[in-house]
């Protein structure tokens, strides 16, 4: 075997109610002492939040930690004060390399940039990107959403997992034809920021804040989903006034869409904090809301919910591949199937150089799709358990380049999971050597296409029934622990072809001498295990399409597998950025930027 793999303990389709209706100086010290770390916390609280800001600035030029006495001081130099129209005054932008980000909206993804420049963490990047996409890509990530988020901190040498998956609602109501969930991504954004913010939570919202209540230009991302839904998503009123035309027909692109009410429920997340979402005024208008449409969101169902840090990660160990060294790629463990899959892939794919192989005798997709089709049978025999070397040396026993392995041939049939691929992600990391990735869901394209009035806020569709639970939810991060650099960070959207998506991505990385651009947009290949059919994009080509079909595949062909969010350091992030690719994949209309 080329890799262990082993677990580590740590404190677009329509929706379905649519079809139916259809001075940069030196980083700061990489070695940092968990003591002084917990010292400079408790610090923060002597004054405003926003000081966590100036101790890192300040860390920055020094390079080193910051003293209490400083600390204080600092509260007399710095303007704490909150600006509707604006973020806190004084912000210095940095020079030389701050970090960088890939997204699936642009516009968030310039609002992450914004505070990464501004001596932001990956955390205030991806808090940032969050808010600014709850207003202009609202099809996947609404303020109703949820989520997962992976976080490497450089100074605690550690991976991570936020869970912030909507939690159901728990009354029923037969005659609710579009049931929704309670929303998890404004409290998990708020955890993430707590832990790794250095940015003040107010000034990451102003930004999303003003743009609902000014209008952005409706973007090419946002107006393909919207075409996706169709007319449909008019049949809710206050849905019309957000998404509608003034000749009746849905916003396009370019169009200006302007959302009064979603402003002031980020006005009260800005001024009141997170909290006031759940267990607050805000909190209570919006299921007060939600009742008035007849969907049962109570007020005790916000305010009992609460995010989770994952108790445990899946790691894959990778010896000399990456940066010449061990890396170790971090995945969602226990309570997903996404972790396991993608490292149970990467692991079959680079078995006996079994990728580079492939590629040099052209059966390449025949491989990808071949592996593709055993992680549906490992779902079957170890559901939930960590990804395991042997497991993958007897699916593969089977495997021949030659022909389509017959399903009776497998050591078990496979097991099928509907997920809902209409998911969007983002990655981000600074110059700090932390990173951040993060993948968001509505579990159903617009949710379920109803907006909680007065609110702004486009509800999430239930999780469970075909949608899923957000299994498949993927954030990694493969991070030199020995010499505390990341090396990829990265996120795929697009339901359960996720973790062979991302596998292959990495894999061509481990083992090819491929960029990050060229992995991404390699043309994809996906078995679904149930039905027996091999699954491909148009862009693999007439000839892949009959070599598969020759080799005794079923094959159709859907205009996209996933999208990617990466960003791959090979010579590590903090000491070698120079080096860093930041990368948006071409199948959606996102934006990747760095500096």
Not at 292 to 298: D, K, S
Not at 368 to 373: D, H, N, R, S, Y
Not at 390 to 401: C, F, K, Q
């Amino acid at each position: 075997m080329v890799s262990s793999i082993s677990a580590s303990r740590n404190s677009d389709s329509c929706p379905d109610w649519a079809m139916a209706g259809d001075c940069h100086g030196p980083p700061i010290p990489s070695m940092r002492q968990k003591s002084a770390r917990s010292e400079m916390r408790s610090v923060f609280r002597l004054c405003d939040v926003s000081l966590r800001s100036v101790s890192m600035r300040m860390a920055r030029y020094c390079g080193a930690i910051v003293s209490a006495a400083a600390m204080v001081s600092a509260c007399e130099r710095y303007d704490t004060t909150w600006f509707d129209d604006g973020p806190t005054q004084g912000a210095p932008i940095l020079e030389g390399f701050f970090g960088g980000v890939a997204g699936d909206d642009p516009r968030s993804v310039l609002a992450a940039r914004e505070a990464l420049a501004r001596g932001g963490t990956a955390a205030d990047a991806a808090v940032a990107y969050f808010f600014m996409a709850a207003v202009s890509y609202p099809s996947t990530s609404s303020l109703a959403s949820g989520g997962v988020c992976m976080n490497y901190d450089e100074g605690d040498n550690q991976a991570r997992l936020i869970d912030f998956r909507n939690a159901p609602v728990a009354a029923t109501n037969t005659f609710v034809t579009r049931p929704t969930s309670v929303p998890g991504s404004v409290r998990g954004m708020f955890l993430l920021h707590a832990d790794s913010g250095a940015i003040a939570w107010q000034d990451l919202i102003v930004p999303a804040e003003r743009a609902a209540r000014f209008g952005v230009p409706v973007s090419r991302a946002l107006a393909r989903d919207l075409q996706l839904v169709g007319e449909a998503l008019l049949a809710d009123e206050a849905a019309r006034k957000v998404f509608g035309a003034p000749d009746g027909g849905l916003l396009g692109e370019g169009d200006q869409m302007v959302q009064l009410d979603l402003s002031g429920m980020l006005s009260f997340i800005r001024t009141r904090g997170a909290g006031d979402f759940y267990v607050g005024y805000a909190a209570r208008q919006f299921s007060e809301a939600a009742q008035t449409i007849g969907i049962p969101l109570t007020f005790d169902e916000m305010r009992a919910y609460a995010p989770v840090w994952a108790e445990e990660t899946y790691q894959a160990r990778v010896p000399q591949v990456i940066y010449g060294a061990e890396a170790t790629v971090h995945a969602p463990g226990p309570g997903f199937d996404s972790g396991a899959s993608a490292l149970n892939a990467f692991d079959m794919l680079r078995d006996d150089n079994a990728l580079v192989t492939a590629l040099s005798d052209g059966s390449a997709d025949h491989l990808i799709a071949e592996v593709a089709l055993r992680t549906s049978v490992a779902r079957t025999m170890r559901p939930g358990e960590a990804p395991d070397g042997e497991l993958d040396d007897l699916l593969m026993v089977s495997y021949s380049p030659q022909h389509a392995t017959p399903l009776f041939e497998l050591p078990a049939p496979p097991s099928v999971l509907m997920e809902s691929p209409a998911t969007s992600s983002v990655t981000a990391v600074d110059a700090y050597g932390n990173a951040v990735t993060c993948v968001l869901t509505m579990n159903n394209l617009f949710g379920n296409g109803r907006v909680a009035p007065g609110t702004g806020i486009l509800l999430a569709a239930a999780p469970g029934d075909t949608r899923g639970d957000g299994l498949s939810l993927l954030p990694v991060i493969a991070v030199n622990e020995t010499v505390r650099e990341v090396v990829f960070a990265g996120s795929v959207s697009g339901g359960v072809v996720s973790g062979p998506v991302m596998a292959t991505v990495m894999a061509q990385l481990a083992e090819t001498d491929a960029t990050l651009a060229e992995a991404i947009a390699r043309p994809r290949v996906y078995h679904p295990g149930e039905p027996n059919f091999v699954v491909v994009e148009p862009t693999v080509g007439d000839r892949v399409v009959e070599e598969l079909v020759e080799l005794g595949h079923e094959v159709r062909v859907v205009p996209e597998l996933g999208r990617v969010n990466g960003i791959f350091c090979p010579d590590g992030l903090r000491n070698g950025s120079e080096s860093c690719a930041m990368v948006s994949d071409p199948r959606a209309f996102g934006l990747a930027v760095g500096g």
